[in-house]
């Protein structure tokens, strides 16, 4: 059994039911609620970037990634 187990409590009992026998400590989380769908889940992680006219093809990488960095590192409003 994993020495750290996350998720609502009754979940828990249900995967594990000899926890209800053990000795436990419970670390209530702040209320959070799961994303309902991949893009809520991924967050800032997607969307889309504007890269200029195709570039040489030996400059591809440097400009994708230039291109994702200011994606990352633009501030929000």
């Not at 991949?38 to 504007?50: H, I, Q, R, T």
């Amino acid at each position: 059994m994993p020495n750290t187990i996350e998720g609502i409590l009754r979940e828990i009992l249900e995967q594990y039911p000899d926890l209800s026998e053990r000795r436990v400590r419970v670390q209530v989380l702040e209320e959070e609620t799961a994303p309902r769908t991949m893009l809520e889940y991924l967050g800032d992680w997607v969307g889309s970037v504007n890269l200029p006219e195709a570039p040489p093809s030996d400059e591809v990488e440097r400009v994708v990634a230039e291109a994702i960095y200011q994606k990352l590192t633009a501030k929000k409003p």
